[in-house]
Protein backbone atom coordinates (compact mmCIF):
# COMPACT_ATOMS: atom_id res chain seq x y z
CA UNK A 1 0.00 0.00 0.00
CA UNK A 2 1.38 3.74 -0.55
CA UNK A 3 0.40 6.71 0.81
CA UNK A 4 -0.80 7.41 4.00
CA UNK A 5 -1.12 3.43 5.42
CA UNK A 6 -4.12 2.07 6.27
CA UNK A 7 -5.62 3.15 9.59
CA UNK A 8 -8.35 0.79 11.59
CA UNK A 9 -11.88 1.88 11.24
CA UNK A 10 -11.78 5.84 9.93
CA UNK A 11 -14.20 6.51 7.81
CA UNK A 12 -15.19 10.13 6.35
CA UNK A 13 -18.41 11.12 4.91
CA UNK A 14 -20.23 8.55 6.59
CA UNK A 15 -23.65 8.78 5.65
CA UNK A 16 -23.80 12.08 6.61
CA UNK A 17 -22.50 14.26 4.19
CA UNK A 18 -19.38 14.47 4.64
CA UNK A 19 -19.62 17.43 7.39
CA UNK A 20 -17.75 16.63 10.34
CA UNK A 21 -14.20 14.83 10.97
CA UNK A 22 -13.66 11.71 11.09
CA UNK A 23 -14.06 9.39 14.05
CA UNK A 24 -12.19 6.20 15.29
CA UNK A 25 -14.13 3.26 15.87
CA UNK A 26 -13.63 1.44 19.13
CA UNK A 27 -11.52 -1.82 18.52
CA UNK A 28 -13.01 -4.93 18.48
CA UNK A 29 -11.95 -8.61 19.69
CA UNK A 30 -12.68 -9.43 15.80
CA UNK A 31 -9.75 -9.33 12.97
CA UNK A 32 -9.73 -5.86 12.45
CA UNK A 33 -10.52 -4.55 8.83
CA UNK A 34 -8.47 -2.35 6.56
CA UNK A 35 -9.90 1.08 5.51
CA UNK A 36 -7.66 3.91 3.82
CA UNK A 37 -7.03 6.78 6.51
CA UNK A 38 -7.01 10.37 5.89
CA UNK A 39 -4.39 12.37 6.02
CA UNK A 40 -3.98 13.64 9.78
CA UNK A 41 -3.76 17.22 9.21
CA UNK A 42 -6.43 17.55 6.25
CA UNK A 43 -8.87 20.31 6.87
CA UNK A 44 -12.09 18.54 6.86
CA UNK A 45 -13.92 21.41 5.02
CA UNK A 46 -15.51 22.42 2.00
CA UNK A 47 -12.57 24.67 1.06
CA UNK A 48 -9.77 21.97 2.49
CA UNK A 49 -11.62 20.01 0.35
CA UNK A 50 -12.17 21.64 -2.66
CA UNK A 51 -8.36 22.56 -2.66
CA UNK A 52 -6.97 18.95 -2.44
CA UNK A 53 -8.94 17.93 -5.15
CA UNK A 54 -7.62 20.31 -7.26
CA UNK A 55 -3.97 19.50 -6.39
CA UNK A 56 -4.73 15.99 -7.02
CA UNK A 57 -6.47 16.56 -10.43
CA UNK A 58 -3.44 18.98 -11.60
CA UNK A 59 -1.53 16.57 -10.25
CA UNK A 60 -2.75 13.55 -12.37
CA UNK A 61 0.05 13.62 -15.16
CA UNK A 62 2.61 13.26 -12.35
CA UNK A 63 1.10 9.99 -10.84
CA UNK A 64 4.07 7.50 -10.85
CA UNK A 65 3.00 4.21 -12.56
CA UNK A 66 2.25 1.37 -11.70
CA UNK A 67 3.53 -1.80 -12.55
CA UNK A 68 1.25 -3.34 -15.50
CA UNK A 69 0.34 -6.68 -16.06
CA UNK A 70 2.30 -9.42 -18.37
CA UNK A 71 -1.22 -9.88 -20.45
CA UNK A 72 -4.17 -8.07 -20.43
CA UNK A 73 -6.75 -9.29 -17.78
CA UNK A 74 -10.29 -9.31 -18.93
CA UNK A 75 -12.33 -8.98 -15.43
CA UNK A 76 -16.39 -9.61 -14.66
CA UNK A 77 -18.06 -7.14 -12.10
CA UNK A 78 -20.38 -9.04 -11.04
CA UNK A 79 -23.06 -9.79 -7.88
CA UNK A 80 -26.81 -10.47 -9.03
CA UNK A 81 -27.71 -8.46 -5.81
CA UNK A 82 -28.50 -4.58 -6.54
CA UNK A 83 -26.82 -1.48 -5.08
CA UNK A 84 -23.39 -3.46 -4.06
CA UNK A 85 -21.67 -0.98 -5.96
CA UNK A 86 -20.32 -3.14 -8.87
CA UNK A 87 -20.76 0.01 -11.14
CA UNK A 88 -19.08 2.62 -8.87
CA UNK A 89 -16.10 -0.20 -8.42
CA UNK A 90 -15.85 -0.54 -11.97
CA UNK A 91 -15.52 2.78 -12.93
CA UNK A 92 -13.31 4.08 -9.92
CA UNK A 93 -11.13 1.63 -10.11
CA UNK A 94 -10.50 1.76 -13.93
CA UNK A 95 -9.86 5.51 -13.35
CA UNK A 96 -7.86 4.72 -10.65
CA UNK A 97 -5.39 2.21 -13.25
CA UNK A 98 -5.48 4.60 -15.66
CA UNK A 99 -4.49 7.15 -13.47
CA UNK A 100 -1.38 5.14 -13.16
CA UNK A 101 -0.43 4.15 -16.25
CA UNK A 102 -2.70 1.69 -17.58
CA UNK A 103 -4.85 1.40 -20.66
CA UNK A 104 -8.45 0.08 -19.87
CA UNK A 105 -11.57 -0.63 -21.48
CA UNK A 106 -15.47 -0.23 -19.23
CA UNK A 107 -17.79 -2.67 -20.96
CA UNK A 108 -20.84 -1.49 -20.02
CA UNK A 109 -23.21 -4.26 -20.15
CA UNK A 110 -25.88 -2.69 -17.94
CA UNK A 111 -29.10 -1.71 -19.97
CA UNK A 112 -29.18 1.74 -17.00
CA UNK A 113 -25.81 2.97 -18.85
CA UNK A 114 -24.42 4.20 -15.34
CA UNK A 115 -20.83 3.47 -16.01
CA UNK A 116 -21.24 5.58 -19.24
CA UNK A 117 -23.04 7.72 -17.18
CA UNK A 118 -20.44 8.42 -14.88
CA UNK A 119 -17.37 8.04 -17.57
CA UNK A 120 -19.33 10.76 -19.70
CA UNK A 121 -19.74 8.76 -22.74
CA UNK A 122 -23.03 9.10 -25.01
CA UNK A 123 -25.67 6.66 -24.56
CA UNK A 124 -28.60 7.87 -25.82
CA UNK A 125 -30.98 5.69 -27.22
CA UNK A 126 -29.40 4.85 -30.95
CA UNK A 127 -26.02 5.92 -29.95
CA UNK A 128 -24.04 2.80 -31.43
CA UNK A 129 -23.72 0.33 -28.42
CA UNK A 130 -22.87 -3.20 -26.90
CA UNK A 131 -26.61 -3.71 -27.88
CA UNK A 132 -25.13 -3.08 -31.58
CA UNK A 133 -22.57 -5.75 -30.81
CA UNK A 134 -24.47 -8.27 -28.97
CA UNK A 135 -27.39 -8.70 -31.51
CA UNK A 136 -26.29 -6.79 -34.34
CA UNK A 137 -23.08 -8.29 -34.32
CA UNK A 138 -21.69 -4.79 -34.94
CA UNK A 139 -17.15 -4.77 -34.72
CA UNK A 140 -16.63 -3.62 -30.86
CA UNK A 141 -14.32 -1.24 -32.43
CA UNK A 142 -16.56 0.67 -33.67
CA UNK A 143 -18.61 1.66 -30.39
CA UNK A 144 -15.76 2.59 -28.65
CA UNK A 145 -15.18 6.25 -26.64
CA UNK A 146 -12.58 7.49 -25.21
CA UNK A 147 -13.65 8.49 -21.27
CA UNK A 148 -13.74 12.76 -21.44
CA UNK A 149 -11.03 13.89 -19.69
CA UNK A 150 -8.76 10.66 -18.74
CA UNK A 151 -6.40 9.24 -20.87
CA UNK A 152 -6.23 5.88 -21.03
CA UNK A 153 -9.83 5.30 -20.09
CA UNK A 154 -12.26 4.00 -22.76
CA UNK A 155 -15.85 2.84 -22.66
CA UNK A 156 -18.04 0.82 -24.65
CA UNK A 157 -21.32 2.56 -23.82
CA UNK A 158 -24.83 0.68 -23.19
CA UNK A 159 -27.69 1.94 -23.75
CA UNK A 160 -31.64 1.56 -22.80
CA UNK A 161 -31.96 -0.59 -25.99
CA UNK A 162 -29.72 -3.20 -24.44
CA UNK A 163 -32.99 -4.19 -22.29
CA UNK A 164 -34.47 -5.87 -24.55
CA UNK A 165 -31.31 -7.65 -25.44
CA UNK A 166 -31.94 -10.54 -23.21
CA UNK A 167 -34.68 -11.79 -25.25
CA UNK A 168 -33.60 -10.56 -28.78
CA UNK A 169 -30.47 -13.15 -27.62
CA UNK A 170 -32.89 -16.47 -26.70
CA UNK A 171 -33.20 -17.49 -30.20
CA UNK A 172 -29.62 -16.72 -31.66
CA UNK A 173 -26.98 -19.45 -31.71
CA UNK A 174 -24.21 -19.39 -29.49
CA UNK A 175 -26.16 -16.53 -27.59
CA UNK A 176 -23.34 -17.00 -24.44
CA UNK A 177 -20.47 -16.24 -26.63
CA UNK A 178 -21.47 -13.15 -28.74
CA UNK A 179 -19.28 -10.88 -25.99
CA UNK A 180 -16.91 -13.07 -26.10
CA UNK A 181 -16.29 -13.55 -29.87
CA UNK A 182 -16.68 -9.66 -30.21
CA UNK A 183 -13.69 -9.33 -27.76
CA UNK A 184 -11.26 -11.53 -29.59
CA UNK A 185 -11.99 -9.95 -33.08
CA UNK A 186 -11.37 -6.15 -31.14
CA UNK A 187 -7.78 -5.14 -31.17
CA UNK A 188 -7.00 -5.12 -27.64
CA UNK A 189 -3.02 -5.51 -27.67
CA UNK A 190 -2.77 -2.25 -25.87
CA UNK A 191 -5.18 -2.52 -23.23
CA UNK A 192 -3.96 -3.55 -20.20
CA UNK A 193 -7.10 -4.39 -18.09
CA UNK A 194 -10.94 -5.13 -19.60
CA UNK A 195 -14.05 -4.62 -16.71
CA UNK A 196 -17.04 -5.70 -17.69
CA UNK A 197 -19.96 -3.88 -15.46
CA UNK A 198 -23.07 -6.54 -15.24
CA UNK A 199 -26.54 -6.03 -14.65
CA UNK A 200 -27.94 -7.13 -11.49
CA UNK A 201 -29.23 -10.22 -12.58
CA UNK A 202 -28.12 -13.72 -13.95
CA UNK A 203 -29.36 -13.82 -17.55
CA UNK A 204 -28.20 -14.00 -20.76
CA UNK A 205 -26.14 -10.66 -20.64
CA UNK A 206 -24.21 -11.38 -17.55
CA UNK A 207 -23.26 -15.03 -18.77
CA UNK A 208 -21.61 -13.73 -22.20
CA UNK A 209 -19.62 -11.32 -19.36
CA UNK A 210 -19.15 -14.17 -17.25
CA UNK A 211 -17.88 -16.27 -20.89
CA UNK A 212 -15.91 -13.05 -22.13
CA UNK A 213 -13.82 -13.38 -18.69
CA UNK A 214 -10.84 -15.03 -17.49
CA UNK A 215 -11.44 -13.12 -14.14
CA UNK A 216 -14.59 -12.55 -11.55
CA UNK A 217 -14.41 -9.49 -9.31
CA UNK A 218 -17.26 -9.92 -6.71
CA UNK A 219 -18.14 -7.01 -5.04
CA UNK A 220 -19.86 -7.55 -1.51
CA UNK A 221 -21.69 -4.58 0.19
CA UNK A 222 -20.89 -4.79 4.05
CA UNK A 223 -24.59 -4.97 5.46
CA UNK A 224 -27.26 -7.93 6.47
CA UNK A 225 -27.72 -10.13 3.25
CA UNK A 226 -24.65 -9.69 2.24
CA UNK A 227 -23.72 -12.92 0.87
CA UNK A 228 -27.79 -13.45 -0.20
CA UNK A 229 -27.32 -14.28 -3.74
CA UNK A 230 -23.84 -14.66 -4.19
CA UNK A 231 -23.83 -18.48 -3.89
CA UNK A 232 -25.99 -18.47 -7.03
CA UNK A 233 -23.77 -16.56 -8.69
CA UNK A 234 -20.79 -18.57 -7.97
CA UNK A 235 -23.22 -21.61 -9.39
CA UNK A 236 -23.35 -20.08 -12.53
CA UNK A 237 -19.89 -18.93 -13.02
CA UNK A 238 -19.54 -22.59 -12.47
CA UNK A 239 -21.65 -23.65 -15.09
CA UNK A 240 -19.79 -21.26 -17.14
CA UNK A 241 -16.29 -22.84 -16.42
CA UNK A 242 -17.14 -26.30 -16.72
CA UNK A 243 -19.35 -25.38 -20.27
CA UNK A 244 -17.72 -22.58 -21.91
CA UNK A 245 -14.87 -20.78 -19.89
CA UNK A 246 -12.22 -23.12 -17.84
CA UNK A 247 -10.24 -20.64 -17.01
CA UNK A 248 -12.97 -18.60 -15.33
CA UNK A 249 -11.92 -17.67 -11.81
CA UNK A 250 -12.97 -15.68 -8.49
CA UNK A 251 -9.71 -13.47 -8.41
CA UNK A 252 -10.89 -10.52 -6.06
CA UNK A 253 -13.49 -10.14 -3.75
CA UNK A 254 -13.92 -6.25 -2.50
CA UNK A 255 -15.87 -5.44 0.57
CA UNK A 256 -17.87 -2.16 -0.41
CA UNK A 257 -20.45 0.98 1.66
CA UNK A 258 -18.34 -0.16 4.94
CA UNK A 259 -19.61 1.54 7.78
CA UNK A 260 -16.81 1.49 10.25
CA UNK A 261 -19.66 3.18 13.62
CA UNK A 262 -21.56 -0.51 13.17
CA UNK A 263 -20.20 -3.73 14.53
CA UNK A 264 -22.27 -5.18 11.71
CA UNK A 265 -20.00 -3.94 9.14
CA UNK A 266 -17.31 -5.58 11.08
CA UNK A 267 -18.78 -9.05 11.21
CA UNK A 268 -20.36 -9.16 7.92
CA UNK A 269 -16.33 -8.28 6.61
CA UNK A 270 -15.53 -11.14 8.95
CA UNK A 271 -17.69 -13.84 7.73
CA UNK A 272 -16.36 -12.79 4.24
CA UNK A 273 -12.85 -13.00 4.78
CA UNK A 274 -13.71 -16.37 6.48
CA UNK A 275 -15.35 -17.50 3.46
CA UNK A 276 -13.45 -16.24 0.52
CA UNK A 277 -10.01 -16.00 2.26
CA UNK A 278 -7.02 -14.79 0.44
CA UNK A 279 -8.94 -13.71 -2.66
CA UNK A 280 -10.70 -10.68 -0.39
CA UNK A 281 -8.52 -7.67 -0.90
CA UNK A 282 -7.26 -5.93 1.84
CA UNK A 283 -9.24 -2.46 1.04
CA UNK A 284 -12.39 -1.65 2.13
CA UNK A 285 -14.44 0.88 0.95
CA UNK A 286 -16.21 3.29 3.11
CA UNK A 287 -19.58 4.68 2.87
CA UNK A 288 -18.54 8.17 1.14
CA UNK A 289 -21.53 11.34 -0.06
CA UNK A 290 -18.75 12.22 -2.41
CA UNK A 291 -18.60 8.32 -4.41
CA UNK A 292 -22.53 9.09 -4.76
CA UNK A 293 -22.51 12.60 -5.82
CA UNK A 294 -19.65 11.95 -8.55
CA UNK A 295 -21.98 10.17 -11.63
CA UNK A 296 -23.77 13.32 -11.72
CA UNK A 297 -20.92 15.31 -12.62
CA UNK A 298 -20.14 12.77 -15.23
CA UNK A 299 -16.86 11.64 -13.42
CA UNK A 300 -15.66 9.12 -11.05
CA UNK A 301 -14.68 10.50 -7.34
CA UNK A 302 -11.36 9.62 -8.43
CA UNK A 303 -11.44 13.03 -10.34
CA UNK A 304 -14.21 14.15 -8.54
CA UNK A 305 -12.48 14.49 -5.32
CA UNK A 306 -9.25 12.70 -5.10
CA UNK A 307 -8.61 13.50 -1.29
CA UNK A 308 -11.74 12.09 0.14
CA UNK A 309 -12.10 8.46 1.59
CA UNK A 310 -13.82 6.88 -1.34
CA UNK A 311 -11.09 8.04 -3.63
CA UNK A 312 -8.40 7.12 -1.67
CA UNK A 313 -9.78 3.42 -1.02
CA UNK A 314 -10.50 2.75 -4.60
CA UNK A 315 -6.70 3.96 -5.58
CA UNK A 316 -5.40 1.75 -2.92
CA UNK A 317 -7.96 -1.41 -4.25
CA UNK A 318 -7.04 -0.72 -7.89
CA UNK A 319 -3.30 -0.72 -6.70
CA UNK A 320 -3.91 -4.21 -5.05
CA UNK A 321 -5.06 -5.05 -8.39
CA UNK A 322 -2.14 -4.16 -10.44
CA UNK A 323 0.22 -5.56 -7.82
CA UNK A 324 -1.60 -9.04 -8.02
CA UNK A 325 0.04 -10.71 -10.97
CA UNK A 326 3.51 -12.17 -10.44
CA UNK A 327 5.89 -11.28 -13.11
CA UNK A 328 4.70 -7.65 -13.89
CA UNK A 329 5.87 -5.71 -16.42
CA UNK A 330 7.37 -2.02 -17.07
CA UNK A 331 6.57 -0.16 -20.37
CA UNK A 332 5.67 2.69 -21.31
Known amino acids: MNGEGPGIGTVEDAGDGGQ ?5 VPRRQTRPVIVPELPREQA ?12 GVHGMSHRPPWPRPPRRRIMTIANQKGGVGKTTTAVNLAASLAQHG ?14 STALDVEHRSGTPSVYDVLVEERPLADIVRPAAQMPGLFCAPATI ?16 LRLAT ?24 TVNALVAAEEVLLPIQCEYYALEGVQQLLSTAELVRVHFNPGLHVSAVLLTMYDGRTRLAADVAED ?25 RGQSVISYDPGSSGAIAYTQAA ?9 TRQHG
Open 102 to 115: SRVLVIDLDPQGNA
Open 182 to 205: ALRAFDSSRLDYVFVDCPPSLGLL
Open 161 to 176: DLAGAEIELVPMVARE
Open 44 to 55: DTPIGREAEAAV
Open 319 to 327: QELAMQSSG
Open 20 to 24: HPAQA
Open 272 to 296: VRAHFGASVLRTVIPRSVRVSEAPS
